[in-house]
């Protein structure tokens, strides 16, 4: 069974960092990435980064947050630098399997404030 496991999200002050956790079983993952949502607003593409290490990211975050994995351990991390207010949301991990159809899994979401 697929299982992503989210974790380091919280409240921290503009121009801090945090950095984001997402460790998947299961399966194998073409595409893993993170996706975010405030409230009233659609879930947007953050970041992701496919099995052959390309990343790519959100024009918002460019410069400021940064994609990896960890093969061996299957987990993705995101780590997110000079934060703002308009980046506070609840984050979710996502991972794509790409044989047999796209099929998309979710983690549990964790929350993201920026705020002083």
């Known amino acids: 069974q697929v299982q992503l496991v989210e974790s380091g999200g919280g409240l921290v002050q503009p121009g801090g960092s945090l950095r984001l956790s997402c460790e998947a079983s299961?399966?194998?993952?073409?595409?893993m990435g993170w996706y975010r949502q405030a409230p009233g607003k659609q879930r947007d593409l953050v970041a992701n980064i496919i099995s052959s290490g390309i990343t790519n990211y959100a024009d918002s975050v460019k410069g400021r947050f940064f994609i990896s994995r960890d093969a061996a351990k299957n987990t993705v991390y995101l780590q997110m630098n000079m934060l703002k207010p308009e980046d506070t949301a609840v984050y979710y991990c996502?991972?794509?399997?790409?044989?047999?159809?796209?099929?998309?899994?979710w983690g549990q979401g964790t929350q993201v404030t920026v705020s002083s």
């Open positions: 299961g399966s194998i993952f073409g595409v």
């Open positions: 996502n991972a794509r399997v790409l044989f047999r159809g796209n099929y998309d899994y």
